[in-house]
Antibody
Framework: EVQLVESGGALVRRGGSLRLSCAASGFTFINAWMSWVRQAPGKGLEWVGRIKGKIDGGTTDYAAPVKGRFTISRDDSKNTLFLQLNSLKTEDTAVYYC????????????????WGQGALVTVSS | DIQMTQSPSSLSASVGDRVTITCRASQSISNYLNWYQQKPGKAPKVLIYAASSLQSGVPSRFSGSGSGTDFTLTISSLQPEDFATYYCQQTYSTPPEPTFGGGTKVEIK
């Protein structure tokens, strides 16, 4: 059974930093593409970024609002995904979900097929 | 940036109703369109990927259609467990910045 469990959510001051973790199990993590998606209180979903699997180079991409402030990384030996959040702003307050990227074979189509339960990050002013 | 516009933003329906939600992209995205369901306090769950492919384990009353800029999610006969918020998502953009629609909340009439 695929499981994704986030941890590390907290209350942090504006300008501060935080690292979220996502422990993965039930699938071959090393080659999996993984994403972070966030949801501000009472709002819709916002893609944060993704990291490709080792076999595809492990490269990262980010949404414009977080580029240069957030960093996605992974420890394949521990089946764990990370999101480092720096220079936090009040508008970064949200539940942060990690999700596995499902890839449709022989195409460039993708979707988010498994999600964690989310970790709440609150940035105070 | 590719903008995704869902309509309506909310609707009221009864059990057994046929429900249709639309999603429009600001430019052509071929079939790079996914649909998710989210219940309060829970993570989203994928229903449809590639515009019309039903994710494994999802009931067949859910279906998706469309290509280019206009897409629909249809629930053929609304069930009590289907009251939730539904989001579309495009994955066409390069460099990747998959964007979600604003959501459609389906409520009990």
């Amino acid at each position: 059974e695929v499981q994704l469990v986030e941890s590390g959510g907290a209350l942090v001051r504006r300008g501060g930093s935080l690292r979220l973790s996502c422990a993965a199990s039930g699938f071959t993590f090393i080659n999996a593409w993984m994403s972070w998606v966030r949801q501000a209180p009472g709002k819709g979903l916002e893609w944060v970024g993704r990291i490709k699997g080792k076999i595809d180079g492990g490269t990262t991409d980010y949404a414009a609002p977080v580029k240069g402030r957030f960093t996605i990384s992974r420890d394949d030996s521990k089946n764990t995904l990370f999101l480092q959040l720096n220079s936090l702003k009040t508008e970064d307050t949200a539940v942060y979900y990690c999700a596995r990227v499902g890839l449709v074979p022989r195409t460039t189509l993708s979707f988010l097929d498994y999600w964690g339960q989310g970790a709440l990050v609150t940035v105070s002013s | 940036d590719i903008q995704m516009t869902q309509s309506p933003s909310s609707l009221s329906a009864s059990v057994g109703d046929r429900v249709t939600i639309t999603c429009r992209a600001s430019q052509s995205i071929s079939n790079y369109l996914n649909w998710y369901q989210q219940k309060p306090g829970k993570a989203p769950k994928v229903l449809i990927y590639a515009a019309s492919s039903l994710q494994s384990g999802v009931p067949s009353r859910f279906s998706g259609s469309g290509s280019g800029t206009d897409f629909t999610l249809t629930i053929s006969s609304l069930q009590p467990e289907d009251f939730a918020t539904y989001y579309c998502q495009q994955t066409y953009s390069t460099p990747p910045e998959p964007t979600f629609g604003g959501g459609t909340k389906v409520e009990i009439k």
